[in-house]
Structures are given as structure tokens and as C-alpha cells.
């Protein structure tokens, strides 16, 4: 349901944010399409799932205070074999959004190491690897062979939830 649901509903580019089309109708080179926080909050189980006795009880633990929601999103991204143009989170990086907050992804469909996995460089949430607090992009060969071999990426099923602190170097991978 919550699939068909984004599939009948108009995304944009974050470059035209005000030309929403349906997913069929994207640009060839689309990477990544968005949807209106509207459209997100309309979803169907979207609070059902946000408000989950066990996701409010973990994130609450997890930062021992009551859990609050600051926002939610929704995107598809696309796979693009014809640009070498990465787009923004395709590259490793940190949200610094707030000081103290976790992100939950959930994938919609199936994802393997070939389907653009979220990709993790673990303890990077503590470990700065030279970093201030900005909005730089880490590129390939700015990995060290430390942050190589912490590197997971998140397989799963359609379903599958994420939860990550994401000040922690990470990256859905192209």
C-alpha cells in the first residue's frame, strides 16, 4: 500500500522544486526524486510507523529522554548508469541537521550491495577523521584504509528500517 501510494503521487527535483511529475515521467538522468512533506504525511501507516511502541521506547533509551519527531521525508532514488554525476548524499557525508538526533530509512523495495545501499563508515559518529561540523562531501579517495574497513552497507528487503545516526559519515551509494 505505502508503495502504490508513492507511485500515484508526484515527485520533484530538488533543482525545480516547483515541477512535480510522476515517477514514469522523470528526466532520464533523474537521480533522486522528492516528495512534498504533504504527500509524506498523508501517506498511508506513515504515523502508525513513527509512533511504534518499540521505535518510540528505543529512541527514547537511545537518547534517555522522550523520543521527538522533528521531521519526515520521503524519496526515490534512481538507478543512472549514463551520468557520472553523482548527486549530493551519493557522496559520503554528515547531516548535521541538529546536535542530537537519529535518522530511520526504510526501503521500500528490495536492496543488495547493486541496488544503491545505504552505506555506513562505522563510529564515524564519534570518530571526526579530520572533519569539523560542515557540509563537506567525502569522495573515494578521501577514504583512509581505517574508514575502508568500517565501511557496512545496509542490505535488506523491502521493509527493512535503518536506524542511524547520521553526523556519522555515511552515503546511499550510487
Avoid at 33 to 39: A, E, F, P, R
Avoid at 68 to 93: C, G, P, R
Wanted: neutral net charge; contains cysteine.
Amino acid at each position: 500500500e505505502i508503495i502504490d501510494y508513492y507511485e500515484k503521487n508526484k515527485i520533484f527535483d530538488d533543482k525545480n522544486p516547483s515541477h512535480f511529475f510522476l515517477r514514469e515521467d522523470r528526466k532520464p538522468n533523474l537521480k533522486v526524486g522528492y516528495y512534498d512533506t504533504k504527500v509524506t504525511a498523508r501517506c498511508p501507516y506513515m504515523f502508525d510507523l513513527i509512533n511504534d511502541p518499540f521505535i518510540v521506547k528505543t529512541l527514547s533509551n537511545y537518547f534517555k529522554s522522550p523520543f521527538k519527531l522533528d521531521y519526515v521525508n520521503a524519496w526515490w532514488s534512481f538507478k543512472n548508469v549514463n551520468s557520472e554525476i553523482n548527486e549530493k548524499t551519493q557522496f559520503f557525508h554528515r547531516d548535521v541537521d541538529n546536535f542530537n538526533f537519529i535518522k530511520v530509512f526504510i526501503y521500500l523495495t528490495d536492496v543488495d550491495l547493486e541496488d544503491g545501499p545505504n552505506e555506513y563508515i562505522i563510529k564515524s559518529h564519534i570518530n571526526s577523521y579530520g572533519a569539523k561540523i560542515n557540509h563537506r562531501h567525502f569522495y573515494d579517495s578521501d577514504m583512509t584504509e581505517e574508514m575502508k574497513s568500517n565501511l557496512f552497507s545496509f542490505k535488506g528487503k523491502s521493509g527493512t528500517a535503518i536506524f542511524a545516526n547520521t553526523y556519522g559519515l555515511h552515503r546511499g551509494k550510487t
